[in-house]
């Protein structure tokens, strides 16, 4: 029988080096067929790919609900009953209202679109990004002089529902009802230029911009009157305000927007999601 073979020291250093050297050599010239599957997995799944899909399913989730027929909550037809339904209003705005514009902004750049130059340029955009929202028997707009009367098309829908879902809750809460005024839509960035030139505080990355944000008002209301009939006195702007605050939430609970309660401004700035 042969003798067996032992592997030396020598020989052990020489194989090792030989063994690092060479994955030193394959990690240079192909980084990637060494990259650790944890950080395969962290790229993947990084926080910015999370947040942008969870905005895209949770747009679907939206889309499923708004594509629903409108319908009131009570037969208004039928013989009246003697159910009363209160108005509860929120607790405190400020904290059923929260959303900053950071929480915003990432939802508004992703389902939004691009900043126009001006009102030219957005004018040229087709109805599949933006549309135009001057006009609507369930709001007004306000005369507008930071922004222009267009929204992204999901935007657009989700204004007319808040506005329609308002007055439904009038009627239904047996108010006078009143339209809600819309005080500010998308922002060009001559419009977002002009700002800042007399406003330095006037923030240059702003929702407006993507055309997804809108501003209500909740100080003061647009009186629905009939040009024919005499004039007629109207809900008091605190009642509207207070229906206003549970139409609102009830949309923010159920996903379908981000709502921040301005208080020097006097409006709601809400962002469709």
Request: charged share 25%; net charge positive; glycine share 4%.
């Amino acid at each position: 029988m042969g003798e067996k073979k032992h592997f030396g020291k020598k020989a052990f250093v020489k194989t090792f080096f030989g063994i690092v050297l060479i994955l030193f050599f394959v990690k240079t010239l192909f980084p990637s067929l060494l990259l650790p599957l944890a950080d395969k997995e962290a790229e993947v799944l990084s926080p910015s790919t999370l947040q942008l899909d969870s905005i895209a399913l949770h747009a679907r989730y939206v889309d499923s609900l708004m594509s629903q027929p409108h319908c009131l909550p009570v037969d208004l037809s039928r013989t009246p009953t003697t159910t009363l339904h209160r108005i509860w209003s929120v607790s405190s705005y400020e904290r059923a209202f929260p959303d900053l514009n950071d929480v915003q902004m990432a939802t508004a750049e992703r389902l939004g679109n691009p900043p126009v130059k001006d009102r030219q340029e957005a004018s040229r955009f087709g109805h599949d990004k933006l549309v135009y929202v001057g006009g609507n028997p369930f709001y007004h707009v306000k005369k507008l002089d930071n922004s222009i009367p267009y929204l992204v098309p999901r935007a657009q829908l989700l204004l007319t529902y808040i506005a329609r879902t308002f007055i439904d809750s009038l009627l239904v809460k047996k108010i006078r009802p009143s339209q809600l005024i819309v005080t500010s839509l998308t922002r060009t960035r001559e419009d977002v230029d002009r700002l800042r030139s007399h406003n330095p505080n006037a923030s240059e990355r702003s929702c407006h911009c993507m055309g997804t944000t809108f501003d209500i008002s909740y100080t003061k209301y647009y009186p629905i009157q009939d040009p024919e009939a005499l004039p007629v006195r109207q809900t008091r702007d605190d009642t509207l305000r207070w229906v206003l605050s549970e139409v609102l939430q009830d949309a923010r609970r159920q996903g379908l927007c981000y709502v921040k309660y301005e208080r020097k401004q006097g409006c709601y700035h809400i962002t469709a999601r």
